[in-house]
Each structure stands twice: as C-alpha cells, then as structure tokens.
T-cell receptor, first 111, second 110 residues
Framework: EPEVTQTPSHQVTQMGQEVILRCVPI?????FYWYRQILGQKVEFLVS????????KSEIFDDQFSVERPDGSNFTLKIRSTKLEDSAMYFC?????????FGPGTRLTVT | AQRVTQPEKLLSVFKGAPVELKCNYS??????LFWYVQYSRQRLQLLLR??SRESIKGFTADLNKGETSFHLKKPFAQEEDSAMYYC????????????FGTGTRLQVFP
C-alpha cells in the first residue's frame, strides 16, 4: 500500500538556521498539507497546497515558512530562520478526493 | 469559530470493558468528522469517518448534530487498542484542512 514518506525523521538545528523538511506524497494525490504538533499540544494545520500554489495557510505560517513542490514527487517545507518555538513534529499529508494520508513526521529540535 | 474538543487526556480501562472517547465540535456549517489513531511510534491513520457509518476494529462513532458530538465507542476494549486517538473536523472549503482535537490517550490494561 502506498505511503507518504518524510525525511529526515529527526532534525536538530541551531536557532537562526534554515531547515528544509521533505515529503514524498502518494503519487496520484493532488492535495498536499503540512501540519505541526508541538509537544503536548494538538496537531495544527499549517498550509495546504494544490495545483502548484498555496490554497490556504494558517496564522502560524508566516513569512519564515515556505512550501514548494520542486519536481513531480517531492513536497518541501522550508523554515528560513528557525526559532526555539519552531521545535515540533511536522507532519506532511496528502489526499486525492477523500481522506488525508499522513507521513510519519519529522521531529524538529531547535537549540 | 471552528473547534474540536476532547475533554479527556487519558482514559484507562481494563480489557473487556466498554470504552467511550468523547469529542465535541464547534462549526457553523455542515461538518465532516473523523477519528484518527496513532499507535506507539507509528503515523496518524484514519480510523473512522462519520459519512461511512462503518465499524472498524470494533469501534463506532455516531455524529449527533444536536449535541455537536462524535463520540468514539467500543463495547469491549482490547490491549491492542492502546493508542492516541484524535478527533478531527474537516471544513468543507476548497482546502479541506483538518482541525484536530488535543487527543485522548487510551490505555487498556490486561
């Protein structure tokens, strides 16, 4: 059964550094999402992406964040200058016309 | 405001006992509700959606629009049901984003 994959599984970075989190959605899916979960808190929507553009973004998704689908398979989330409060699990999800399938997540630790 | 509330952080039961994980929502439109489950060290996976009205792994959930609830139930809990359970609401917009509750950890003791 096809799955959403994410790399790396764990990323440690210093405050102010740029990070890129990578996702490979399920191949025939059209809708792509990033969510995050700060430790002990709920899973929060960050951004949705369809037809090569952002369709919706949350208040969390400020100018420090960007998403890209650089080729036909990858979907990336970039944080330009990381802050301590960006430490969280970041989940990628993709969907066709029904349920969203989630990746295993990338744990980002900002020190 | 769109919101999903799961009032219990932790629910502990013994094997064979009934389970009810509570979920209430706030949404001005007609919602679509889901239950996602996350077993230890695994990804979030869909357990149930209200429109399919099916039973998965013995779990059922009924959407009650009057009470704005979508509680998850199982008559006889099993040890392998131990996991985090998240209730989620899908807004019927062009983005179909999910709004999650805070989750309930279910512990089933032998």
């Amino acid at each position: 059964e096809p799955e959403v994959t994410q790399t790396p599984s764990h990323q440690v970075t210093q405050m102010g550094q740029e990070v890129i989190l990578r996702c490979v959605p399920i191949s025939n899916h059209l809708y792509f999402y990033w969510y995050r979960q700060i430790l002990g808190q709920k899973v929060e929507f960050l951004v949705s992406f369809y037809n090569n553009e952002i369709s919706e973004k949350s208040e969390i998704f400020d100018d420090q964040f960007s998403v890209e689908r650089p080729d036909g398979s990858n979907f990336t989330l970039k944080i330009r200058s990381t802050k301590l409060e960006d430490s969280a699990m970041y989940f990628c999800a993709s969907s066709g016309f029904s349920e969203q399938y989630f990746g295993p997540g990338t744990r980002l630790t900002v020190t | 405001a769109q919101r999903v509330t799961q009032p219990e952080k932790l629910l502990s039961v013994f094997k064979g006992a009934p389970v009810e994980l509570k979920c209430n929502y706030s949404y001005s439109g007609s919602p679509e509700l889901f239950w996602y489950v996350q077993y230890s060290r695994q990804r979030l996976q869909l357990l149930l959606r209200h429109i399919s009205r099916e039973s998965i792994k013995g779990f059922t959930a009924d959407l009650n629009k009057g009470e704005t609830s979508f509680h998850l139930k199982k008559p006889f809990a099993q040890e392998e049901d131990s996991a985090m359970y998240y209730c989620a609401l899908r807004t019927l917009s062009n983005t179909d984003k999910l709004i999650f509750g805070t989750g309930t950890r279910l512990q089933v003791f032998p």
